[in-house]
């Protein structure tokens, strides 16, 4: 199965047009590939928190219609991201999940929001519901960012049937040691294919991580990126999930402390 994960550069001096415009002309040259992933309010900023309520969308939006298109064009599974949603008088970081028929199968309200040094805990409002989308690869759960911190949504997922972990997400360099160990972690110890996609560049005076990764169900990251805008592709075996959980059956030796 071939997959992608585009690291977007977040310039400050780009309009969400022009940023929107850039990110097709990139998966415009991924024909072929079975699943492609996009970063966390990418095409806003996740700093950009004066932009967030100006540039919002309902889920029956321009944006989101746009994407639905993208996908059925190059007939992939697309993780768009996440971008804000506007629903009534609420805003949400909602991220997007599209099927080859341009189909929207799955989406995900970040639950957990981020409040160290951020104004997203203000000005949105968390979800409440775990996503695991059935696919015709797999099924597949779907995470943002800050969410990696907290392994029981991860656990829950696994109880669900997800198999593969699919993370949006716009995590800064400064907690760069922390990024690579939770994406290791979380595919290790649920024994998932795991492929996360995040922001490069400096914006609001805060610099990105990238490293967006691809990691094995033995916790080996098979595929990484490095701090500039790129494509990471791989070629992942999804026989390797049922044969680990298998030959290492960890998840059935699972004991709920009483």
Not at 170 to 181: D, F, M, S, T
């Amino acid at each position: 199965m071939k997959v992608a994960s585009i690291q977007v550069e977040i310039k400050d001096t780009e309009s969400k047009e022009q940023r929107i415009e850039r990110v097709e002309a990139m998966l415009d040259g991924l024909a072929g590939t079975d699943l492609i992933l996009l970063p966390e309010i990418w095409a806003t900023g996740y700093f950009s928190f004066d932009r967030y309520h100006a540039e919002a969308e309902p889920l029956d939006g321009p944006y989101v219609e746009r994407f639905a298109k993208k996908a059925k064009a190059l007939q992939t599974h697309l993780f768009a991201g996440s971008f804000v949603e506007k629903d009534g008088d609420s805003y949400y970081n909602t991220s997007l999940f599209f099927n080859p028929e341009g189909d929207l199968i799955g989406t995900y309200r970040k639950i957990h929001l981020f409040r160290y040094g951020s104004a997203e805990g203000q000005l949105l409002t968390p979800g409440k519901e775990i996503s695991v989308v059935k696919t015709a690869f797999g099924n597949v759960g779907l995470a943002t960012c800050y969410d990696l911190r907290f392994p029981e949504l991860f656990r829950k997922q696994v109880d669900m049937g997800a198999e593969i972990l699919l993370i949006t997400s716009g995590w800064p360099h400064q907690r760069l040691a922390h990024w690579n160990l939770f994406n290791q972690a979380r595919a290790l110890e649920n024994q998932c294919y795991l492929i996360s996609s995040n922001c490069v560049g400096t914006t609001k005076n805060v610099v990105m991580g990238g490293h967006s990764q691809i990691v094995d169900p033995w916790g080996v990251t098979i595929a990484s990126a490095g701090e500039q805008e790129t494509i990471l592709k791989a070629e992942i075996d999804l026989q390797q999930i049922s044969h680990i959980r298998e030959v290492f059956p960890q998840l059935k030796h699972r004991v709920l402390p009483t």
